[in-house]
């Protein structure tokens, strides 16, 4: 019992640690996984987190905390960080170490040690509807290059990073919160692309890797990259050499547990090599029951070897003790404080923005932010120039808006390419106005006809950039 605990990382909903997580934690329950519902403000965060600490000292306390469009520090305000396309596209390995060590000071001060971050998928299908701007880039070098400089920047801090999402979900068209997403391509295809992030991540310490709930028929057809020996046993473990923490991306998605259901999951998922199960964002004390007599079935059936519990469990013990090791030999600088002031000055930023030669910014214009549905990862924390505090109309699929004569609309979306409302919006605008700007914050297609201007990410941050762009561009 006390080993299976040992590997299980569920979340909970609201903002207090519930009785039933406590005592799990005084059980030995391997860690805990932390969201943006679970946060009101930083003082209840460090609260929080220290309940869980008196739980269980050597629990592991992880978020997803990518520093871009994926947020939980600034759930309620959006993320001050540019994001992993923005820093893709500006290239510069020193940038993208100080933001990841930035993120790492702000987790903590927040008494967090584990990020699961970065992402270090390349993006190689402008179709991704799950990845995109989360990425660094379509090239895998370029990737590797950032990936491995997220990381040190991060580690250098003492919280330790878990690169996601092995073997690599850039070639989807599918979100496995909920689907299976299918990548064909064999190994000899694998290496050549989405593994070579992974190999420089490794090679620059990266203590945990997350796996992906994408199936791979061309490397094994059995079921996901999660629930396969082949892949996280054969390819990372042996062939790439990774000895660190693995982490299964969250167990509640579909990709996983879609027909499975949780239990089953976990026992297939710690039989193909995990060592700590995310579970989820809303788990239960039945539910941790219901897991727990899974993997003891599982072990009866001799399906999986308790050596392979014990292992895992092991695995996760020696990293948060890893954690506290390191923490006591890297105090926080004074100088750092818990605020969310960019660490990027705007023109810097200004930098990836791209635009269409010959488009003009009229002084007269209104911000329209187009509102679409995020992908879950993402979830509705605020974005773009609203985030950053401009005055902007919204509207959504079956609604419009008159403007003022004279005034110029630009369009604000995410992925406009991807909405069939979205594009005739567009089009409709730009029939009426034929001087409408069309910004999309998110990943562009290839052909770019819908957006004048891309700023490869839409954070708080970004939305500022947006903002000193424009105001420079302003005719």
């Known amino acids: 019992m006390i080993a299976v605990l040992g590997t299980l990382m569920p979340g909970f909903a609201g903002h207090a640690l519930p009785d039933w997580l406590a005592d799990r934690l005084r059980a030995g ?43 939980r520090l600034f759930y309620d305000v959006g993320s001050p960080y540019p994001g992993n396309a923005v820093l893709g596209r500006l290239d510069d390995l020193a940038l993208t170490e ?15 040690d584990l990020d699961l971050a970065p992402d270090a998928d390349v993006n190689s299908n402008p179709l991704n509807p799950v990845i995109g701007t989360r990425s660094f880039g379509a090239d895998p070098h370029l990737v590797a290059r950032h990936t491995a400089a997220w990381v040190q920047g991060l580690q250098s801090t003492g919280v330790a990073a878990s690169v996601k999402h092995f073997p690599g979900h850039g070639d989807t068209e599918l979100d496995s919160h909920l689907a299976m997403p299918i990548v064909r391509g064999d190994l000899a295809e694998l290496r050549q692309r989405e593994l070579v992030p992974f190999v420089a991540a490794i090679a620059a310490g990266a203590r945990t890797i997350m ?49 499975l259901g949780i239990p089953t999951a976990a026992a297939r998922a710690l039989a193909a090599g995990c060592d700590l199960l995310c579970i989820g964002t809303d788990n239960s004390d039945a539910q941790l029951d219901d897991i727990v007599a899974a993997v003891e079935q599982s072990i009866g059936r001799g399906e999986l070897p308790p050596a392979r519990v014990q292992d895992a469990a092991a695995r996760v013990a020696a990293l948060a003790a890893e954690s506290h090791r390191i923490a006591a030999e890297t105090p926080v600088p004074a100088g750092i404080t818990a605020d969310d002031a960019p660490p990027v000055e705007l023109t810097v930023l200004a930098g990836a923005i791209e635009s269409r030669p010959g488009d003009v910014v009229q002084a007269r214009r209104q911000l329209i932010a187009l509102r679409t549905v995020a992908n879950i990862a993402v979830g509705v924390a605020p974005w773009g120039p609203s985030a950053a505090g401009a005055d902007v109309v919204e509207i959504g699929e079956g609604e419009s808006i008159e403007l003022e004569p004279g005034v110029q609309p630009v369009l604000v979306g995410l992925g406009v390419h991807r909405h069939p409302w979205v594009r005739a919006l567009i089009a409709q605008t730009r029939a009426a106005h034929p001087d409408t700007i069309v910004v999309d914050m998110g990943w562009p297609d290839e052909a770019r006809e819908h957006a004048d201007v891309v700023t490869w990410g839409a954070s708080r941050a970004m939305g500022a950039a947006l903002l000193d762009w424009l105001e420079r561009s302003g005719s």
């Open 211 to 259: 796996t992906s709930h994408i199936l791979l028929p061309d490397v094994d057809d059995s079921g996901p990259a999660t629930f396969s020996p082949r892949i996280l046993q054969s390819l990372l473990r042996d062939e790439l050499g990774f000895d660190g923490v693995i982490v299964s991306d969250a167990l509640d998605m579909a990709g996983a547990s879609g027909e």
């Open 98 to 112: 100080h933001v990841g060590r930035t993120v790492g000071w702000q987790l903590r001060l927040a008494g967090i």
């Open 29 to 71: 329950l391997g860690g805990v996984c932390l969201f943006g519902g679970n946060i009101r403000s930083r003082a209840q965060l460090v609260a929080l987190v220290a309940e869980i600490r008196a739980a269980n000292p050597l629990a592991v306390v992880a978020i997803d905390e990518e520093g871009g469009d994926v947020t």
